[in-house]
């Protein structure tokens, strides 16, 4: 059974960090693009960054770009998501998502192009 799990939320700090894991099991990520969403409380989901199959080609959105990076450790198979700089608009559940696609060179930014989702981890930032 494929699934997908999400760890490493938590209460940090403004200018804080934090590193948020995907790990999958049933599955291999080399096949898949993994992509992080977030949804804050009365907000719709929102995408935050992906990154593509095992050619590895990332993404990001505006909002995150130069404060988070998100790799992949194939050993693991687990994507993970690294937050630098984290702001109080940050807080939110995180969720990854997979997307099957062995050929594709890229990643979506569209939830619904992913079929398997995590259950989602909580950030929450504040002093």
């Known amino acids: 059974q494929l699934s997908l799990v999400e760890s490493g939320g938590g209460l940090v700090r403004p200018g804080g960090s934090l590193r948020l894991s995907c790990a999958a099991s049933?599955?291999?990520?080399?096949?898949?693009?993994i992509g992080w969403f977030r949804q804050a409380p009365g907000k719709e989901r929102e995408w935050v960054s992906c990154?593509?199959?095992?050619?590895?080609?990332?993404d990001y959105a505006d909002f995150v770009k130069r404060r988070f990076t998100i790799y992949r450790v194939s050993a693991q198979n687990t994507v993970y998501l690294q937050m630098n700089s984290l702001d109080p608009e940050d807080t939110a559940v995180y969720f990854c998502?997979?997307?099957?696609?062995?050929?594709?060179?890229?990643?979506?930014?569209?939830?619904?192009?992913?079929?398997?989702w995590g259950q989602g981890t909580q950030v929450t930032v504040s002093s």
């Open positions: 049933g599955f291999t990520l080399a096949y898949y693009a």
């Open positions: 998502a997979a997307h099957y696609t062995p050929y594709g060179t890229d990643c979506s930014d569209r939830p619904l192009e992913y079929n398997n």
């Open positions: 990154i593509s199959n095992s050619v590895g080609s990332t």
